[in-house]
């Protein structure tokens, strides 16, 4: 055999031996891009469940909070209800002692209630200021936006426009004014 033969077989021999590495190269990636595919698959599929339950926690959630946040609303003033319940006490005290005194004399009966009612608005006061609840000050000029004037009357004390007589007791509630106080102002 001459050496040109021997070279040709020798090239034809490796070209089949790499044809044949190259063909079972192939099935061998068919397997890898099917387990490719298979391990992506089973990764969304566990994307997928993680996403719905962190969409379903997180609707719990909001509706959790949802329903707190109507709570406090609803209960928001627990606090100075509560603290109302000390005057109301007092009064029906008060009340429940004026039958146990039929047989005390009038002037210490009435001194007794007097006690008690003064007693009473203590407890409102008190109560009010644990709130930030105060009155609205009536002293000097007339302020329409804490003063309501029902009257006006001569005064040589007064200037004009001064605020001569308060007829109710106005509150602000922190700075807010729940109600107006009722003014009699001095008009010359």
Wanted: proline share 3%; net charge negative; with cysteine.
């Amino acid at each position: 055999m001459s050496e040109e033969k021997k070279e040709e077989l020798q090239t034809e021999e490796v070209q089949e031996t790499e044809t044949e590495v190259i063909t079972d190269e192939v099935p061998a990636k068919e397997e890898t891009v099917e387990s490719v595919k298979a391990e992506l698959e089973e990764k969304l599929k566990e994307a997928e469940d993680k996403y719905l339950r962190v969409h379903a926690d997180f609707e719990n959630i909001k509706k959790r909070l949802e329903k707190e946040k109507y709570n406090a609303i609803d209960y928001a003033s627990e606090k100075f209800a509560k603290d109302l319940l000390a005057p109301i006490d007092s009064l029906e005290m008060a009340l429940a002692a004026e039958e146990a005194a039929k047989d005390m004399p009038a002037d210490e009966l009435l001194a007794k209630l007097k006690e008690g009612v003064e007693l009473t608005i203590k407890n409102f006061y008190t109560a009010f200021e644990k709130h930030d609840i105060s009155t609205v000050e009536t002293d000097g000029d007339f302020d329409p936006n804490f003063h309501d004037a029902v009257m006006q009357i001569d005064s040589p004390d007064h200037e004009d426009g001064q605020i001569v007589q308060r007829l109710q007791k106005g509150y602000k509630l922190k700075e807010r004014l729940l109600r107006p106080a009722m003014v009699s102002i001095c008009k010359k």
